[in-house]
């Protein structure tokens, strides 16, 4: 059975950096593309942060390039996203996703972090950024 569990949300000031963990179990996650998006209230999800499962290559959306960082360790299956200058309009309830289909590849998509290629969630981990 596939899951992905999300953990390592929190509160943190503006400035802060935190890292959240995605647990993936029921899959080999190095096989599938997966990633991170995130959606704050009345908003779209957005703010991808991607890995390409052929070659590990990351891609990021415009709102956290530069500030996000993804990665795999594929040992312990789990993908990770370390955040650093946290704003407050990084608030959000950020999430674990994957493409279920193996044979896509993000480097030939017009938007390869686009959050209507991934269609399998895990529950998501609230981030907040306040003073």
């Known amino acids: 059975q596939v899951q992905l569990v999300e953990s390592g949300g929190g509160l943190v000031q503006p400035g802060g950096s935190l890292t959240l963990s995605c647990a993936a179990s029921g899959f080999t996650m190095e096989y599938y593309n997966i990633g991170w998006f995130r959606q704050a209230p009345g908003k779209e999800r957005e703010g991808g942060s991607c890995?390409?499962?052929?070659?590990?290559?990351?891609y990021y959306g415009d709102s956290v390039k530069g500030r996000f960082t993804v990665s795999r360790d594929s040992a312990k299956n789990t993908l990770y996203l370390r955040m650093n200058n946290l704003k407050p309009e990084d608030t959000a309830v950020y999430y674990c996703a994957m493409v279920l289909d193996s044979r896509v590849d993000l480097r030939v998509e017009l938007t390869p972090c686009s959050s209507n290629l991934f269609n399998y969630w895990g529950l998501g981990t609230q981030v907040t950024v306040s003073s």
């Open positions: 890995v390409n499962r052929r070659d590990g290559t990351t």
